[in-house]
C-alpha cells in the first residue's frame, strides 16, 4: 500500500473513526484539498451509517441501504482509502504513524481521532448471556432484529439515550419494556427536575414501566439465553432481552501512554488540536481543554457536534484559519415524536451564582435559560426544535443575560429609571473580594460586602457603576 511505514506521501491525512465526525472530515478534506490522500481506519465492517438511526432500522422505517448512508463507491469516487475492519492499536507520535492490530503501521502527516465512545462493560453475572445488547453499532441492531421474532419483555439498564432510543423501537413492535433508571430522576446530570418530570411523563404515557433507583445485580439465563433480571433488591424481572450501557466512555486507549494530553476524552483546543499540532481530535471523543469544559465530567454523546466538529477538524488538518469550534450541544434528540436539546449547562439548579429563566409555553414545550455570574451558560428545550440553533451559538459565546435575552427576542421589562440595565461586577474598596451587582439594582442603594462585611453604596450615573464606602 502507497501509505505503509517508510513511504511516507506529502499530505496522507489518516482518519481514525468513520463515525459522524470522521466521515465528515474526510468529505471536507477532499472538497479541500483534490490531491491529498486522505485514509479512513475503521474496525467496523461497514461504510459509514447513520448510527442515531439505529432505533428505525429495528423497525424496518429504514432499509440497510438506507442506514448505510454511503457505499463503498462513493468513497471510490471521492478517492477517499476505506479500510474495514482495521483496528488501530496505538498511535506513536515520535515516528508519524499508528500501528495496527495485525502488526502493520501507516505513516501519517495530519491524524484525526474520532474513535467515539464506547459502553463501559456491565460488571454483573449474565452479562454475555445470549440477549444481552449494548446496541450501539449496526452488528448489535442486526441481532436485536433477529431475537425480535421470540421477544416478549425487555429490560433496559439504565436511562441512556441509546437505551431510550431501543425502548421506542421495541415498543412499536409490541414489546413489554421496562426501564431500570439509576437514580431518582430522568439524567440529573442534564436535565432540571421540571424537563427530568416531562421526560418522566412522555415515556409512561407511551406505555414504558419505569422503575426508579432500581439497578440490575445479575442478568438470569436459561441455557445460554436471556430469561430475566435480578436487581440489587433481590426483585426478579421477566426479560428476554437485556440492553446495557448507559454509561459511556471516550474511545481513548490508543494513546494511552504517548503524551498525548486526555483527561476524560482526548483534550483539544478551539481548533480540534490536541497536545500534538499535527495530530486532531473530534467527535464524542474530543473534550474541551480547560477547566470549564461543556462536559462536567461525562463523555459528549451527540450527532450534531460530532458532525460539526468533523468540519472544524478538517480545516485544522489543512491548517487552515478556522472559527473556533462553537459547539456547545450536549444532546439533540427526538424521543416518541418530542424534541429534545440540552445546551451547555442547562441543567445547573439555581442557587448561588446560578439563575434560571423558565419560559413554559403550555403542556407541550419548555425552555430553561440558565445564567451563571449573569452570563448564558446553558439551556434546555423541550417539545421544540425551536431556537435550538440560536441558543447552541448563543451559550457558547456565553452572552450577558440582558444581550442574550434581547437576541432571543425575550427582552425583559427595560429597568426603571436609575435602575442599572444589566449586572456588573466591582471589587470591594476594602478587601478587593469581587462583588456581583445585579441587574436592576437601584443608584445609591446598599450592599454588604460578604467577605469584609462592610456596607457599600452602588453608584450607577446611567454610564458607570462604582461602589462607595459609607452612608447614601
Ligand atoms: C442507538 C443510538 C441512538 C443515538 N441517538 C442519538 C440522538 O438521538 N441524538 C444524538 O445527538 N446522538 C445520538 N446518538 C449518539 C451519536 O450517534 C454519537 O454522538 C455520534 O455517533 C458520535 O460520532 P463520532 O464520530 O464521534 O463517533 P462514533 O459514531 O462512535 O464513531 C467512532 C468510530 O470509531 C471506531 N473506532 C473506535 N476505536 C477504533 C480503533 N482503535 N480503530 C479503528 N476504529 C475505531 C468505532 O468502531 C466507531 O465506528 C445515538 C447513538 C446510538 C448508538
Redo the contacts with the bound molecule.
Sequence with gaps: MSYQSGESVKNHFVI????????RAAKALRRADADAQISI????RHPFYL?????DFVTGTLSLPELIFQSRNTYRRDRIDLLLM????RVDPAAHEVALFSGERIHYDRLLL?????AVPLAIPGAELEGVVT???LPQ?QEVRRLLRDLRDAAILGEG??GL??TESLLAMGVRVTQLVRGERFWPEMLDEHTSRLMQNLLEDAGVTLRYETEAHAIIGAGDRVIGIETAIGETLRADLAAVGCRRQP?I??VQGTGIEVRRGILVDSRLATSRPDIFA?????EPAGPASFADNDA????????S??DVAAAGMLGRTVEPAMEA?R?????FGRELAVIGRGHLPEGGNVTALELPHGPDVFRRLVFQDDRLVGAIVFGTGESVHELNRLVALRPLRASALGTLGLAEEPPGPGLMPTTLARHCPICAAELVVRQGTAADSVLRCPTCNTNLVVRWDGERMWLDIGRP
Design positions: 481514525v473513526g468513520n463515525g459522524a465526525a470522521g466521515y481506519i475503521t474496525e467496523e448510527r442515531r438511526q439505529l432505533a482495521t483496528r488501530v492499536e474520532a474513535t467515539g465512545t464506547h446496541f450501539d453499532s441492531a439515550i441509546v432510543s431501543l474511545v486507549d490508543l473530534a467527535g464524542d471523543v474530543a459528549a454523546f451527540c450527532w450534531q457536534r460530532a458532525w466538529l468533523g450541544v444532546l439533540r434528540t427526538a424521543l
